[in-house]
T-cell receptor, first 112, second 114 residues
């Protein structure tokens, strides 16, 4: 009963490097989301995918791209990492609007 | 712009105390309000509220929504050290054809001392 699985759990990047954060859910949920969490700012939505084949920008999309590879997987890519992208990243999924969101355990990313 | 404000930002109590956490919001096309508990890692779901005046309850935790005054409270009675966590309030709004996006508050850091 894995739920939402994120990889990697920790990552250190140099400014300008690229990387992809992976997220997979095994609950057959339609919607998937990427959030970042910074101290004192709660969680902020980066991108979301309401269903397979669709993606939309959230509150803070600049510097990120996403791919909804299939119903299970939703990846987040940083093309050219910047120190301002140092954060904890959470992936979440949801079955339908009247259900709560299930979060992954997070990826702690540091950009130096 | 949708906005969610939680208060207090932090709270320190002793075991057995009762606490009330507040969440006020300003959103267009309100759909639901959700409460999450975050310990070391992922937020875990507590409650979803969609209707005004109906209390949701789970053990020592309860929550109620006031859609007229645009706020919600989360009550925890007989607090335990295991209740120490960040409590997050989030509001979901509909936006055009968008499925529904959550806006989170800053969170309330609750510390329960033995």
């Amino acid at each position: 009963n894995a739920g939402v699985t994120q990889t990697p759990k920790f990552q250190v990047l140099k400014t300008g490097q690229s990387m992809t954060l992976q997220c997979a859910q095994d609950m057959n949920h339609n919607s998937m989301y990427w959030y970042r969490q910074d101290p004192g700012m709660g969680l902020r939505l980066i991108y979301y995918s309401a269903s397979e084949g669709t993606t939309d920008k959230g509150e803070v999309p600049n510097g990120y791209n996403v791919s909804r590879l299939n119903k299970r997987e939703f990846s987040l890519r940083l093309e050219s990492a910047a120190p301002s992208q140092t954060s904890v990243y959470f992936c979440a999924s949801r079955r339908a609007w009247n259900y709560g969101y299930t979060f992954g355990s997070g990826t702690r990313l540091t950009v130096v | 712009e949708d906005k969610v404000v939680q208060s207090p930002l932090s709270l320190v109590v002793h075991e057995g105390d009762t606490v009330t956490l507040n969440c006020s919001y300003e959103v267009t096309n309100f759909r639901s309000l959700l409460w999450y508990k975050q310990e070391k890692k992922a937020p875990t779901f507590l409650f979803m509220l969609t209707s005004s005046g109906i209390e949701k309850k789970s053990g020592r935790l309860s929550s109620i929504l006031d859609k007229k005054e645009l706020f919600s409270i989360l009550n925890i009675t007989a607090t335990q050290t295991g209740d120490s966590a960040i409590y997050l309030c989030a509001v979901e709004a509909l936006s055009g054809t968008s499925y529904g996006k959550l806006t989170f508050g800053q969170g309330t850091i609750l510390t329960v001392h033995p």
